[in-house]
């Protein structure tokens, strides 16, 4: 059974930091795109950040230079370091694993997602 586990989301004052992390279960990692996506109440899943399926990192024009996506092969995890935090940042943010391998992009409705950890960011 594959499960994804998000942690690390809060509450944080603009300028702040959090680190997000996913636990993956029951997928193995090699070949897989997996990435960070963000929802704010009434709207699409928004990508974040992704690793794709050859280990090529994309970041949103919105997190790029606040955000690192990264990931332990060993672990089994995936984090995002948000640094720099805004409000609009604020939403709910899901991890997901690609139900496919060696694919350049991840995030179909089919794919394997986690509950998600709501950040907020005050100003």
């Known amino acids: 059974q594959v499960r994804l586990v998000e942690s690390g989301g809060g509450s944080v004052q603009t300028g702040g930091s959090l680190r997000l992390s996913c636990a993956v279960f029951?997928?193995?990692?090699?070949?897989?795109?997996m990435g960070w996506f963000r929802q704010a109440p009434g709207e699409e899943p928004e990508e974040v950040a992704i690793?794709?399926?050859?280990?090529?990192?994309y970041v949103a024009d919105s997190a790029k230079g606040r955000f690192t996506i990264s990931k332990d092969n060993a672990r089994y995890t995936l984090d995002l370091q948000m640094d720099s935090l805004k409000p609009e940042d604020t939403a709910m943010y899901l991890c997901?694993?690609?139900?496919?391998?060696?694919?350049?992009?991840?995030?179909?409705?089919?794919?394997?997602w986690g509950q998600g950890t709501q950040v907020t960011v005050s100003s």
């Open positions: 997901v694993a690609d139900r496919l391998t060696w694919r350049a992009t991840c995030g179909d409705r089919s794919d394997y």
């Open positions: 690793i794709d399926g050859n280990g090529r990192t």
């Open positions: 029951g997928v193995d990692f090699t070949g897989r795109c």
